[in-house]
């Protein structure tokens, strides 16, 4: 790695692509942060699928004078072909990128779970199937859960409600789905 660092810096295209990649960030970072104008608009046109991309798209909802109550999970419950059951849950932390990868699956995970987002639930649900097949037991039902419960203000005991959950979608996992060309 440290063999590919030294190339990147000491070649002049190396090093101007290393330029290019911060003066992007810093652009992409000042047209989240202007406030509404054209050329907030026209910055963000530029940089808007490269920043939610990489993850560099912020919400300032936490720092609001009305900041979010309600906190979120989302789950895809998985039944197998010998009765026993598996709760997937997205992925936390990670031993190079850590944090960031858990932000970017609970900000993926807000949005999946919207009914306006619902293009997304069978292909969550096929992917599920697929990843979570065995030699020796296959998925039959997948089922996607909203969880949530309310915070109560700063000094309450307990701090929030009991959790809440409503299943939103569940897909009946056929043999055909689990093969790799498997559409239906």
């Known amino acids: 790695m440290r063999d590919l660092q030294e190339k ?68 895809g419950r998985i039944r197998y072909d010998d009765g026993s059951t598996e709760v997937w849950r997205p992925p936390k932390g990670d031993p190079f990128i850590s ?26 649900t096929v992917w599920l199937a697929r990843t979570h097949d065995r030699l020796d037991r296959h998925p039959t039902e997948i089922t996607l859960v909203r969880r949530w419960y309310e915070l109560k203000p700063p000094g309450s005991h307990p701090d929030h409600d009991s959790w809440n959950e409503f299943s939103f979608f569940t897909l009946q996992v056929s043999p055909a789905l689990l093969t790799s060309g498997g559409r239906s």
């Not at 942060?33 to 300032?60: E, I, K, T």
């Not at 944090?99 to 969550?124: C, F, I, M, N, T």
């Open 8 to 75: 990147l810096e000491s070649d002049p295209f190396g090093r101007a692509t290393i330029t290019g990649l911060i003066l992007f960030v810093l652009l992409t970072l000042l047209a989240s942060n202007l406030s509404s104008s054209r050329l907030q608009d026209w910055l963000a046109h530029l940089v808007l699928p490269v920043r939610n991309g990489v993850g560099l798209d912020q919400a300032w909802g936490v720092f609001a004078p009305d900041p979010r109550s309600t906190v979120f999970a989302l789950e």
């Open 99 to 124: 944090e960031y990868r858990a932000y970017h699956w609970h900000k993926w995970s807000e949005q999946v779970r919207l009914d306006s987002e619902s293009g997304l639930w069978r292909p969550l």
